[in-house]
């Protein structure tokens, strides 16, 4: 993006940029000086924009856990048996994953070295905790299985789901969007064994 104009600069498109290098060298590892040639701008313009780079993190990490929370209040995650929201749920955290990839990929990279981060994580473990209340009722109803404990079926699902950061290319890959989806459900409901 180097050498764009400032009037063709928005607070959208200029935490797209942020994102992306925040992504590449890490957030610690960012400075002002970076986002400004990622963004072909002056570091004047961006204060223009946002007060810091962690302002520009804080957008980005609210724009993923705002993804992931407004799951929980769908329609199909709110009525209907819990296994059915569960894996309604699970599907979702898939599809919200991939059409926020950078994003949650920022999100699921922070490690609680500003207020920022430290807010995202506890945000990320009140999500984890949701989900983990999910499992809880659908094993009270008998509908999962029961020999592994909640709160690690939980964070099994959540890692399995979190790892597709690691290799999923929009595009790329082997999978349509709609079949990594119904990929994920099929393996954490009905496992691996044919």
Known sequence: ??????????????????????NERG???T????????????????YHHVSGKEELLRRAVSRAL????????EEAALGGTPVRRLEYVTRRMV?????????????????GNTDTERW?????????????ELLRAAAAENQVRTDVGVRLAALLVSGMINSI??????????????????????????????
Do not use: N, Q
């Open 95 to 111: 599809e919200v994953l991939i059409a926020e990839l950078p994003y949650v990929t920022l999100l699921l990279r922070v490690r």
């Open 27 to 29: 957030y610690d590892g």
């Open 1 to 22: 993006m180097t050498g764009a104009k400032r009037d063709t600069y928005t607070p959208d498109s200029l935490l797209a940029v942020a994102v992306t290098v925040f």
């Open 31 to 46: 400075s002002m000086e970076h986002l400004s040639k990622a963004a072909g701008i002056s570091k004047s313009s961006i």
């Open 66 to 73: 705002d993804g992931l929370f407004g799951i929980l209040s």
């Open 120 to 132: 995202a994580l506890e945000r990320r473990r009140e999500f984890d905790h949701r989900i983990a």
């Open 165 to 194: 950061v690691e290799w999923y290319r929009p595009g790329g890959g082997p999978l349509a969007e709609r079949e990594l989806a119904d990929a994920v459900v099929r393996v954490v409901f009905s496992g691996v064994r044919g």
